[in-house]
């Protein structure tokens, strides 16, 4: 959030970024071009005589000099060398592009003329050709503009749906029985699944464990695809696993309840496990209150959609009981709204109460004042626990400017800055813990 990139140059600044880069070109010079280009023929009627002159200057001077015989670089004497002393003079070709070190000096200034000469003209041919060469678009190559310093942009990814994921109430066309069914695909993945969360248990906060003494597939269920007891009490739970490439949507909950109420004998637990949350589908579980049963939101670790990642251990953190956000909501006396974050409150499987975690481990926390139930937009983002080279902070080296210290210091706390009630009349408050944990609380306004 606090890295830089470069501006590039809008073609029409007016209409944005869909109006087009300024992209650099360069001349597309072909044979064609060269060959049909009738200005370097006038060229070389104008500066050809001049680098004539220039030569026959530069031999009288060899001959009143004689210096040291010099090899032929090129032409019908290529290799022979040319003999000063005998009378012989350079080509064109022949004369070498440095001055030669055993010369006298009286040679440099003809020799320096007759190069300049040989520049000019082929200067001038250079730049004709490129004028007249059709330009070619450098597409990977847009102009920058150095006035200008682009901080991150005005869009968040959330999470990346698959287009092949079905809902719940799709059902899959009929087909003949083949046994690699039963060994493969989501019935396969659960199994997995199960299996881990047996041996690994779910890791709490403080290193608090939650051992599940077994688990078994629930007959008869749509939802509810595991059902075992408590290591330390015996007390029956139920999990239900989300989607492998997408949110666990709230739809999934409600009827996870559903079934989860005509189960016999009752349920104690229901325990969601899933990589990633649905907004409403969190709101749903965390605040759902039913007398005698507590739902709980387990994050699954994402090595376990690459089985080559995943060790084969108990010591493995594949499922991390997630915290229920501690949020405060209050109008000011301008009218305005503020949130403050208190931290998270984690379940603790040992009294099967809800205990405080503290602000000190929100590593961040984001606020969007106008929830709209669909996405969630981050419009103020804080992080109490950078230091002073962090977070928010890395904007005094990367801007190189003064910016105020004091307004930078509030994106370090737990209180938000005032902000005005959106069309929704909903806030929504997504923390993440120093874990890496993240959860998120909805909160109404006129409630």
Request: proline residues 6%; negative net charge.
């Amino acid at each position: 959030m606090t890295a830089s990139f470069d501006y590039y140059v809008l073609r029409f600044p007016h209409d944005g970024v869909k109006g087009g880069f300024d992209y650099k070109t360069v001349p597309h010079v072909t044979l064609k071009s060269v060959a049909n280009n009738r200005d370097i023929d006038t060229i070389w009627d104008e500066e050809h005589p001049k680098i004539e002159a220039a030569l026959s200057a530069l031999n009288a001077a060899l001959l009143t000099a004689k210096p040291n015989s010099l090899p032929s670089p090129q032409g019908v004497r290529k290799g022979q060398k040319i003999d000063f002393k005998k009378g012989e003079t350079l080509h064109e070709w022949e004369v070498p592009f440095d001055f030669p070190t055993d010369w006298p000096a009286t040679l440099k200034a003809p020799f320096d003329a007759f190069h300049s000469a040989r520049r000019t003209m082929q200067r001038r041919m250079d730049q004709s050709i490129s004028e007249n060469a059709e330009p070619e678009t450098l597409y990977d190559q847009p102009k920058i503009d150095p006035t200008k310093l682009r901080v991150t942009g005005k869009f968040t990814v959330e999470a990346v749906p698959a287009p092949v994921v079905m809902g719940l109430d799709d059902d899959l066309p009929g087909s003949e029985p083949d046994a690699s069914i039963a060994r493969s695909g989501g019935t396969s993945r659960q199994t997995l699944w199960r299996d881990e969360l047996i041996k690994t248990g779910i890791r709490g906060k403080g290193g608090v464990m939650l051992k599940l003494a077994d688990l078994e597939v629930i007959p008869g269920t749509k939802v509810l695809h595991a059902s075992g007891s408590l290591a330390d009490s015996g007390e029956r739970v139920v999990v239900s696993f989300g989607p492998e490439h997408a949110a666990l949507e709230q739809r999934q909950v409600e009827l996870a309840l559903q079934e989860a109420d005509k189960l016999v004998p009752k349920v104690k637990m229901v325990v969601f496990c899933a990589f990633t949350f649905d907004p409403e589908a969190a709101k749903d579980i965390d605040e759902t209150d039913w007398p005698g049963v507590t739902l709980l939101k387990v994050q699954m670790n994402t090595d376990l959609l690459t089985e080559d990642l995943k060790k084969k251990r108990a010591s493995n953190q594949s499922f991390w009981l997630m915290g229920q956000p501690d949020v405060d909501l209050r109008k000011r006396a301008d009218g305005k709204w503020e949130v403050e974050v208190n931290g998270f409150d984690y379940f603790n499987p040992k009294t099967g109460e809800l205990d405080s975690g503290g602000k000190n481990k929100i590593a961040m926390w984001s606020l969007d004042t106008d929830y709209n139930q669909r996405s969630l937009f981050p419009r103020q983002v804080f992080f109490p626990m950078a230091g002073d080279k962090e977070g928010w902070m890395r904007l005094k080296t990367t801007l190189r400017a003064q910016l105020d210290e004091d307004a930078l210091a509030q994106f370090r706390g737990t209180v938000s800055l005032p902000f005005e009630a959106g069309d929704h009349k909903r806030v929504a408050v997504k923390i993440v813990d120093d874990r890496g944990i993240e959860s998120l609380k909805i909160i109404d306004l006129d409630a």
